[in-house]
């Protein structure tokens, strides 16, 4: 079995910042993607950023610039830095990651979410 436990979450104030951290644990042969999704009320989950084994990055238009993804492939631990916080990031983000457990045996694993709330 693989889990994905995300951290980092809280309340923070328009213009500030935090960082998410997901670290990946258990049956884990090799790490190939992982990434952050977002979920606000009412709307659909949507790609934030992911980073592939090769160090290959993706952003969602909204967060270009504000955001920054990186990878500590020793810990299989994803990080998001937010920066300039908006209102409209308020959302549950969740942590993604497509693992394989063997040689052959692949997944896409996700964690239970960590809320974010951009508020005065």
């Known amino acids: 079995q693989v889990q994905l436990v995300e951290s980092g979450g809280g309340l923070v104030q328009p213009g500030g910042s935090l960082r998410l951290s997901c670290a990946a644990s258990?049956?884990?042969?090799?790490?190939?993607?992982m990434g952050w999704y977002r979920q606000a009320p009412g709307q659909e989950r949507e790609l934030v950023a992911r980073i592939n084994s090769g160090g290959g990055i993706d952003y969602a238009d909204s967060v270009k610039g504000r955001f920054t993804i990186s990878r500590d492939n020793a810990l299989n631990t994803v990080y998001l830095q937010m920066n300039s916080l908006k209102p409209e990031d308020t959302a549950i983000y969740y942590c993604?990651?497509?693992?394989?457990?063997?040689?052959?045996?692949?997944?896409?694993?996700w964690g239970k979410g960590t809320l974010v709330t951009v508020s005065s």
């Open positions: 258990g049956s884990i042969f090799r790490v190939v993607a």
């Open positions: 993604n990651g497509y693992i394989y457990q063997d040689i052959k045996t692949w997944d896409a694993y």
